[in-house]
């Protein structure tokens, strides 16, 4: 599937999808006079991104970033419903404060830059000429309560391995959300010809490595004094999952 890097940086069919990435769903009369170009060329340049699958068009006829991240899969455990779908614009606040409460619990640098990388690109999803990245979001009527971030670098040599974080709010833990996130973002890596996810955390915070050991996931190194937390030296734990 072509990316952005196939685009002409710096032209005007760049400057509409960077328009739709940032700010969809959005009509094409906001997009077009936003760009400022005219309607014919405007056109074209939707029609060839809708042709080489970066933008689509939703049911009420704005225009997004074409990610196919799939449907919203509906849950119910331990007497709560819940639901893991694709992040949508609105979702930005609710992902920012879910990563700013969990890793406030417990330490989660990673996570913690995740989110306010977030909050300074007022975007959750990202598909720029060196990396791309999504995020899916498990909520409880529709506000939500759990998230997890996957990132893949466009760079040929680095495409085949993606960052991942997720991490669910305490009053939702212990009911299946977290496995479900887990599962969504390795499946979106590997449909996108990952071979590995990766992930890196305190030593500290044990619940969440023995999580990912419970899922399969293996440690494949430790820096020594990687962190320092409240004045102490912590070691890095670095995990991952192989997809091939």
Not at 146 to 159: C, F, I, R, T, Y
Request: aromatic share 6%; with cysteine.
């Amino acid at each position: 599937m072509p990316s952005p890097t196939d685009l002409e940086l710096g032209g005007e069919r760049s400057d509409v999808y960077r328009f739709v990435e940032r700010n969809g769903p959005v009509a094409p009369a906001e997009v077009a006079e936003a760009i400022s170009v005219d309607p014919e060329r405007f056109q074209h340049h939707i029609s060839i991104l809708k042709r080489d699958d970066l933008i689509e068009t939703t049911e009420e006829g704005k225009l997004t970033v074409a990610l196919h991240q799939g449907e919203t899969a509906e849950h119910y455990e331990a007497g709560v419903s819940y639901e893991i779908r694709p992040s949508r614009p609105s979702d930005l606040s609710g992902v920012v404060g879910t990563i700013r409460d969990v890793t406030s619990e417990a330490p989660y640098l990673i996570a913690a830059g995740v989110a306010e990388q977030l909050a300074y690109e007022d975007t959750l999803v990202r598909w720029g000429p060196n990396r791309c990245r999504v995020v899916f979001v498990a909520t409880v009527d529709d506000d939500v309560v759990g998230w997890v971030h996957v990132s893949m670098s466009e760079v040929d040599e680095l495409a085949s391995t993606a960052e991942l974080t997720l991490g669910v709010m305490e009053t939702y833990r212990r009911h299946g959300i977290g496995s479900h996130l887990l599962h969504r973002g390795v499946e979106w890596a590997a449909t996108r010809g990952c071979r590995k996810v990766y992930n890196s955390l305190p030593a500290t915070n044990e619940r969440a490595i023995d999580f990912l050991k419970e899922s399969g996931w293996t440690v494949e190194a430790i820096r020594d004094g990687h962190y320092e937390i409240s004045g102490e030296l912590v070691d890095e734990v670095m995990l991952a999952r192989r997809l091939d």
